[in-house]
């Protein structure tokens, strides 16, 4: 089983700022993806940005990218420039390659509440 | 990515009803799945609905309680039984992404039990 952990319960920044937010997390697997959603107040979840494990480089959408350091079971997210629009909840979460085709569901930090003050 | 839409978008109910939530989805797909997302929380799956089978539940999680249903590669029910207070979270079904192993989901149900 894995387990994925987000320590900041809540963060809080000014707006054009630039923040990150950290997840951990533990596995025997050594293949897997991981990934973080974004959650607005509307609750609707929307993924963020994906990081397989076995591609050394760092996944980049825009003004969002990732700190991966696998062998200390890290994936942390960076947000630059921050807009009052990214305001919701993180989580982070993890599945496991072999789940490629879609077999399993995602495991899933208890999620950072990032506040981007005006 | 997949349009999701879930009906209904919340709900209060009284202790001891039930209330079957839909799932439906603009393409067919093999594998819905299907969160709980307690007040604070983070999601924990419930079950996994492949169509054509019986679901499959999560430990801590009981078909008598959430029975699933799965009648076709478009559409998903799950139902939340004999309700208490302690059901009261947001629903939230997923289908996995046609190329690789993202999810997209729903826009949630938000029940509150009294």
């Known amino acids: 089983a894995q387990t994925v952990t987000q320590s900041q319960p809540e963060m809080s920044v000014q707006e054009a700022e630039t923040v990150t937010l950290s997840c951990t997390y533990d596995t025997s697997e050594s293949n897997y993806y991981l990934f973080w959603y974004k959650q607005p107040p509307s609750r609707q979840m929307i993924l963020v940005i994906r990081?397989?494990?076995?591609?050394?480089q760092n996944a980049t959408e825009n003004r969002f990218s990732v700190n991966f350091q696998k062998a200390a079971k890290s994936f942390s997210l960076k947000i630059s420039d921050s807009q009052l629009g990214d305001t919701a909840m993180y989580f982070c979460a993890f599945i496991p390659m072999y789940s490629g085709g879609g077999a399993d569901g995602l495991t899933f930090g208890k999620g950072t509440h990032l506040i981007i003050q005006p | 990515s997949a349009v999701i839409s879930q009906k209904p978008s919340r709900d209060i109910c009284q202790r001891g009803t039930s209330l079957t939530i839909q799932c439906q989805v603009d393409?067919?797909?093999?594998?819905m799945f299907w969160y709980r997302q307690q007040p604070g929380q983070s999601l924990t799956l419930i079950a996994t609905?492949?169509?054509?089978?019986?679901?499959?539940?999560e430990s801590g999680f009981v078909i008598d309680k959430f029975p699933i249903s799965r009648p076709n590669l478009t559409f998903s029910t799950l139902t939340v039984s004999n309700m208490s207070p302690e059901d009261s979270s947001i629903y939230l079904c997923?289908?996995?992404?046609?190329?690789?192993?993202?999810?997209?989901f729903g826009p949630g149900t938000r029940l509150t039990v009294l």
């Open positions: 990081q397989e494990a076995y591609k050394q």
């Open positions: 609905a492949n169509q054509g089978s019986e679901a499959t539940y």
């Open positions: 393409s067919q797909v093999t594998m």
């Open positions: 997923s289908v996995p992404a046609a190329s690789g192993p993202a999810q997209f």
